[in-house]
């Protein structure tokens, strides 16, 4: 068998096509299709407002901008997460604050968040980390309880329920969302806020361009913005990857269950679970393994390809480190990316299990 890649989908499928006639529309920038993208997910998400803009970590960014952080201010991260969650708030001159996980699964711990909120916190960031649900409700009750405001990072939850139904992403005031390569669904680059907020969802559509609404007739600067726009062009492929949302979503789950099966009797590595039964899903799949390295090497041998998980955020000399947070230091030091993707083929998968087998 070749090599098994540790991520696999496809744009094979009227991507292109897409991308060509968005080209000659001569409506490269933000334009109507945009506008018919945003449409789309706000349909499918059930919200009332989506924002495309350039990544997810610009919909963070922009996020915390128009919820009002400022210089000094605090926000409560999770220790396991992809760094920008922690550079969204460091960029704006606030304090990232780090907050532990809890010891069976990687989301934020709702009894460290307890012990981490002070006077100068702002706003709290729950990850949705492979589409596990972070607690959001508790999440946001905690946040009505000190009267702070709550975005959710569900960069990898697109599709993800929790047990209410509801899709992980849109509870809070802000929701923010990765379109990048190795997502369920991918415009190469790019991202969106969902909000329930019509105030807030008009700042951000000005703030993404500016601080005005119409480039056209700008009329007079409202209020600070940059440019976060997105294109028409990743837009159109985004429609196109949106159409096989559902079947990639069935897929994964089926992949999921498939590793979970196999897996069970080995003693060598442990699936990180996801609650498929409750309605979470996310695009991979993640075990712990204490000889990481060795099994790298090792599935490496049989031209299986993994990730390593990248280090807890509190492993960045320049960020503060304001106390342990001993429960989440396995995930980094442990934790691994098997081959994953919606376009993995059940062969593929039996291949990964067997080489695991044969790891002593």
């Not at 090599?3 to 968005?22: V, Y």
């Not at 369920?184 to 907020?197: L, R, W």
């Not at 209020?223 to 159109?236: C, E, H, I, M, Y």
């Not at 060598?268 to 099994?295: F, K, M, W």
């Amino acid at each position: 068998m070749k090599k098994i890649s540790w991520w696999q989908t496809e744009f094979s499928t009227g991507e292109a096509e897409a991308a060509s006639a968005a080209i000659s529309s001569g409506r490269l920038s933000q334009g109507p299709i945009v506008a018919e993208f945003e449409n789309l997910l706000r349909d499918y998400l059930g919200v009332r407002n989506v924002i495309a803009t350039t990544s997810g970590s610009d919909a963070l960014l922009l996020s915390l901008w128009a919820a009002g952080v400022r210089p000094g201010d605090e926000v409560l991260v999770p220790n396991r997460t992809w760094i920008a969650t922690a550079h969204s708030v460091l960029l704006l001159g606030a304090v990232p604050v780090i907050v532990d996980t809890d010891s069976d699964r990687p989301v934020i711990s709702l009894v460290d968040l307890e012990r981490k909120v002070s006077e100068k916190t702002r706003v709290v960031i729950p990850v949705h980390m492979n589409g596990r649900d972070a607690h959001i409700d508790e999440v946001i009750k905690f946040g009505d309880r000190y009267k702070l405001k709550v975005i959710e990072d569900a960069a990898q939850a697109l599709g993800s329920r929790d047990l209410s139904g509801a899709f992980l992403g849109t509870k809070s005031l802000a929701g923010c969302f990765s379109l990048s390569v190795a997502k369920v669904i991918s415009s190469g680059q790019g991202g969106f806020i969902t909000s329930n907020d019509d105030e807030f969802a008009t700042r951000l559509r000005r703030m993404r361009t500016h601080g005005v609404e119409n480039v056209v007739e700008p009329g007079n600067w409202v209020q600070p913005g940059f440019n976060f726009r997105f294109t028409d062009v990743l837009a159109s492929i985004g429609i196109e990857q949106l159409k096989k949302l559902d079947s990639r979503l069935n897929r994964l789950r089926q992949i999921h269950q498939k590793y979970q099966s196999g897996l069970a009797s080995l003693t060598t590595v442990s699936l990180i679970d996801v609650h498929i039964g409750q309605g979470e899903i996310g695009p991979y799949i993640e075990v712990l393994c204490e000889n990481r390295s060795a099994l790298v090497a090792h599935l490496n041998d049989f031209g299986v390809e993994t990730r390593i998980f990248y280090p807890d955020v509190d492993q960045a000399d320049y960020l503060s480190r304001n106390s342990e947070n001993s429960r989440s230091e396995k995930f980094g030091q442990d934790g691994l990316y098997l081959p994953s993707g919606p376009s993995l083929t059940d062969e593929q998968v039996d291949f990964v299990i067997d080489a695991l087998s044969k790891f002593i």
